[in-house]
């Protein structure tokens, strides 16, 4: 596959994290605006931005986010940043993106939970005014944080399901907190009918993916670690679960280490729906051309396959079906 060609193609993307998705150009006149000093040096500035090749694990990549959430305070800064995340969705013929945040991690400085979600809405409308690139949010609870404030996020969600936001997520520390850990905040997601994606298998357990089917996932972030529970593959053919894998990142997390234990291909065997994301364009330096271009490098994915592969993700794509209709025919159309 031909990289210019690859960038040129239309894709999908599910999985793409705010905060760390943010050019560090963008982010150095975010800062400056507040009056928060950044490294002088571009450098300098890429390196406390961008995970090291060589992470111990997840928390040590997670570390990259400190700065970036301390310039993530104010309404402006939320709206620049998600205006500057589907301007890099644009540059490579993306789509439509599902960007998903935290809302609790930026209240800092007093934003109330509404208003730092309206700031991020109104940051995609504008881009996608702007770039072309159609896209929604997905509100991420936090793992480590009090369950009646992870439900503040659920209420939130609910409020905004016609102004953008389209799912609920959980982010953070998986292996003190386990799905089970959010069984009735999960029950609410169900019964208010929000649509639900899960991080589960970024590291842990097989099992951690299958109980976050059972609590109401219907797509998983990552899922690496169900590759040594095959008994649970059944279960995500059975309710057409979606896996939303992010290769560069999940290397740097040590989720695994080596390429022979990167379960692309025994997904794709076993009949388990997968789609292809950055997780976070800047912390992982990479882009979604880039996800592809590796694929075609460790297995010789084609154009045929990157097609399905999006495909699969229009399918989980949490819109209606005449939205999917509309980008199911135009990649049909490209490729």
């Not at 799905?179 to 991080?199: G, R």
């Not at 899922?223 to 649970?232: H, M, Q």
């Not at 057409?240 to 290397?251: A, K, Q, R, W, Y």
Request: aromatic share 6%; net charge negative; glycine share 6%.
């Amino acid at each position: 596959m031909k990289r210019e060609h690859v960038k040129n193609l239309p894709k999908i993307e599910l999985h793409c994290h705010l905060d760390g998705s943010i050019r560090p150009e963008t982010l150095r006149e975010i800062a400056d605006a507040q009056g928060i000093a950044l490294p002088n040096d571009h450098a300098q500035l890429k390196e406390l931005l961008i995970a090291p090749k060589d992470c111990q694990n997840l928390n040590d990549y997670l570390e990259r986010f400190d700065l970036v959430l301390t310039c993530l305070q104010t309404e402006a800064a939320l709206t620049a940043a998600a205006i500057d995340v589907i301007s890099q969705a644009a540059e490579e013929n993306i789509q439509y993106i599902e960007v998903r945040f935290a809302p609790s991690q930026h209240t800092e400085k007093g934003l109330s939970l509404p208003k730092v979600i309206t700031a991020v809405l109104a940051g995609l409308e504008q881009g996608q005014q702007q770039f072309g690139v159609k896209s929604n949010a997905l509100l991420c609870g936090m793992r480590h944080e009090e369950l009646k404030e992870i439900e503040k996020i659920v209420q939130l969600a609910e409020v905004y399901k016609t102004s953008g936001v389209v799912g609920f997520d959980l982010a953070g520390n998986e292996i003190d907190f386990p799905p089970y850990t959010f069984e009735e905040t999960l029950d609410l997601v169900n019964q208010l009918s929000i649509p639900l994606t899960l991080h589960a298998g970024e590291c842990g357990c097989g099992k951690n993916v299958a109980d976050a089917i059972h609590l109401g996932a219907k797509r998983i972030g990552h899922g690496i670690a169900l590759k040594d529970t095959p008994e649970y593959f059944s279960l995500l053919q059975k309710e057409n679960i979606l896996i939303e894998m992010c290769p560069t990142s999940n290397f740097q997390t040590k989720t695994v280490t080596r390429l022979a234990d990167y379960p692309f291909q025994t997904f794709l065997e076993a009949g388990i729906n997968i789609c292809i994301n950055t997780d976070n364009r800047t912390v992982s330096d990479t882009t979604l051309t880039d996800e592809f271009m590796k694929l075609h490098e460790w297995y010789g994915i084609t154009y045929a396959d990157m097609e399905q592969l999006n495909h699969n993700a229009v399918n989980g794509a949490f819109i209606s079906e005449s939205e999917k209709q509309l980008l199911h025919d135009q990649l049909t159309k490209s490729y």
